[in-house]
């Protein structure tokens, strides 16, 4: 059932699936750049132990991730390893490695 989720309803999902106990410190700004079956950009804001998206570009993203939605349902699906797709360069991604590393301690 949930590989019919379009990404605007997992990208949407995201704050449902927030652990904040885990975001003590992180004020952060992450821009999703999809291209594929569902091109779209999203910005999903961490602050203040509150995790928002937003359709759209962040002006100023601490971190940006550039991959298919297709990959990136696959990621959130646990279909895929995002290191798996990062290595592989399905996935691409530039800024603050290491909140990058956390995203999935984050969320999910």
Do not use: C, Y
């Amino acid at each position: 059932m949930t590989e019919n989720l379009s990404i605007t309803q997992l990208m949407n999902n995201m704050p449902k699936v927030f652990h904040p106990e885990r975001a003590e410190g992180v004020d952060a700004d992450i821009q999703f750049n999809f291209d594929g079956d569902e091109p779209g950009q999203w910005t999903v804001g961490v602050h203040n132990g509150q995790a928002t998206v937003t359709e759209g570009v962040a002006d100023n993203p601490t971190a940006t991730i550039n991959t298919a939605s297709q990959t990136w349902k696959a990621i959130t699906l646990g279909q895929l390893n995002p290191m798996t797709a990062f290595m592989t360069g399905q996935l691409k991604a530039t800024g603050d490695m290491g909140l990058l590393m956390r995203l999935q301690s984050l969320f999910g």
